[in-house]
């Protein structure tokens, strides 16, 4: 059973920092690329940050220079960091893995988790 549990999620004043976690099943996690998408109200689902499983990285522009994706194999776990937060980085952050093909062309992701909520107050 595929399974992605985020967790890390929080209210954090603008300028703070948190970090997200995603535990996943190893046989997903092994095998695929991760990417943390992103969802605010009224918007899009849009991609964060994503990592292959050689650890090679992507980032919205947006995120660039504030946002460090990061994954540790032996426990299965992806992370984001994130510092420098700002109000507009206000949304539900998803885990998902799927191949990096597909992850870094746009297309949906195989599998996703349920979802953590970052609130970043002005």
């Known amino acids: 059973q595929v399974q992605l549990v985020e967790s890390g999620g929080g209210l954090v004043q603008a300028g703070g920092s948190l970090r997200l976690s995603c535990a996943a099943s190893?046989?997903?996690?092994?095998?695929?690329?991760m990417g943390w998408y992103r969802q605010a109200p009224g918007k899009q689902r849009e991609l964060v940050a994503a990592?292959?499983?050689?650890?090679?990285?992507n980032y919205a522009d947006s995120v660039k220079g504030r946002f460090t994706i990061s994954r540790d194999n032996t426990k299965n776990t992806l992370y984001l960091q994130m510092n420098s937060l700002k109000p507009e980085d206000t949304a539900v952050y998803y885990c998902?893995?799927?191949?990096?093909?597909?992850?870094?062309?746009?297309?949906?992701?195989?599998?996703w988790g349920q979802g953590t909520q970052v609130t970043v107050s002005s």
């Open positions: 998902a893995a799927s191949p990096w093909r597909t992850i870094v062309s746009g297309l949906p992701p195989n599998y």
């Open positions: 190893g046989s997903i996690f092994s095998r695929n690329a």
């Open positions: 990592i292959s499983s050689g650890g090679s990285t």
